[in-house]
């Protein structure tokens, strides 16, 4: 199985800041990448695909870039909507796998 | 509108088996592979299962193969995910997943509420 790790595991950080998360996979996945953002209580939510298209009706605050194994995930202006954990998904193969999620919290 | 509603979680003894349902709507069912996700209490997410459109490939990882089966019913739009020889590791809020793309493995665009699957003696 691939696995997908993300850095960092939490983010503490101001409205208006730059954030920039970081997903790397054990083996090159070109640019099957997906990206979630889950509230507390709530389904998680595709933000991008194809690790840099946005989902339509999702904010251009949001971008990714990345190819092969590594991936970042990037909040131009963090928004008080936005404090949220954020997750990474490959699907590369049939057996699509999830980072461990990166908590983004009110410094 | 895409909906996607999932039912029959609950309280199950390790051992028990349980089925849960998603129904769902607002786009063509057939023709789309459809996923259950999984997260325990606290954690990360955890891919459960997939079927494709036509119900004629499923995929399971490891840890649930031989236990966890996934079908569907298309002339009701309806999702299944029958569990078997339930452990307490297998608690988790289930996440019904509509694939993203036609073919089997890839993201997910939709996601149902979640039922929750408390495995307890």
């Known amino acids: 199985d691939i696995q997908m790790t993300q850095s960092p595991s939490t983010l503490s950080t101001f409205v208006g800041d730059r954030v920039t998360i970081t997903c790397r996979a054990s083996q090159s996945i070109s640019s099957w990448l997906a990206w979630y953002q889950q509230k507390p209580g709530k389904a998680p939510k595709l933000l991008m695909y194809?690790?840099?298209s946005l989902e339509s009706g999702v904010p251009p605050r949001f971008s990714g870039s990345g190819s092969g194994t590594e991936f970042t995930l990037t909040i131009s202006s963090l928004q008080p909507d936005d404090f949220a954990t954020y997750y990474c998904?490959?699907?590369?193969?049939?057996?699509?796998?999830f980072g461990q999620g990166t908590k983004v919290e009110i410094k | 509108e895409v909906q996607l509603l999932e039912s029959g979680g609950g309280l199950v003894q390790p051992g028990g088996s349980l089925r849960l349902s998603c129904e769902a709507s607002g786009f063509t069912f057939n023709t789309y592979g459809m996923s259950w996700v999984r997260q325990a209490p606290g954690k990360g997410l955890e891919w459960v299962s997939t079927i494709s459109g036509s119900g004629g490939s499923t995929y399971h990882p490891d840890s649930v193969k031989g236990r966890f089966t996934i079908s569907r019913d298309n002339s009701k739009n309806t999702l299944y995910l029958q569990m078997d020889s339930l452990r307490a590791e297998d608690t988790a809020v289930y996440y019904c997943?509509?694939?993203?793309?036609?073919?089997?493995?890839?993201?997910?665009?939709?996601w149902g509420q979640g039922t929750l699957v408390t495995v307890s003696s």
């Open positions: 998904q490959q699907y590369n193969s049939y057996s699509p796998t």
């Open positions: 194809k690790a840099s």
């Open positions: 997943a509509k694939e993203a793309l036609a073919a089997a493995g890839n993201y997910f665009d939709y």
